[in-house]
């Protein structure tokens, strides 16, 4: 079993950054594949990031040179820097973690981008 929780979001003007964390309980953390994605009002949730247990990363084309996803094996975290941010990319941006079939889903942080 795993337990994530979301910090970090909150209300930013378009252009400026964020930074969102996921701290994960359980063991076995670095054998996770981590995720983050997130849910507009009205949208489907959607892939933002993902890092897999080897360190491979992929993002959304959407988010492609603005957002940037770490992990940290030892604090049993994962990042998600969020730079250049426009009003679209407000939602509710949730953690996942990923082994085999088995997933996992954090409560979410609400991330509003508005002047």
């Known amino acids: 079993q795993v337990q994530l929780a979301e910090s970090g979001g909150g209300l930013v003007q378009p252009g400026g950054s964020l930074r969102l964390s996921c701290a994960a309980s359980?063991?076995?953390?670095?054998?996770?594949?981590m995720g983050w994605y997130r849910q507009a009002p009205g949208k489907q949730r959607e892939l933002v990031a993902r890092?897999?247990?080897?360190?491979?990363?992929n993002y959304a084309d959407s988010m492609k040179g603005r957002f940037t996803i770490s992990r940290d094996n030892a604090k049993n975290a994962v990042y998600l820097q969020m730079n250049s941010l426009k009003p679209e990319d407000t939602a509710v941006y949730f953690c996942?973690?990923?082994?085999?079939?088995?997933?996992?889903w954090g409560q979410g942080t609400q991330v509003t981008v508005s002047s």
């Open positions: 890092i897999t247990s080897g360190g491979s990363i």
């Open positions: 996942n973690a990923a082994l085999g079939f088995t997933y996992y």
């Open positions: 359980g063991s076995m953390f670095s054998r996770y594949n």
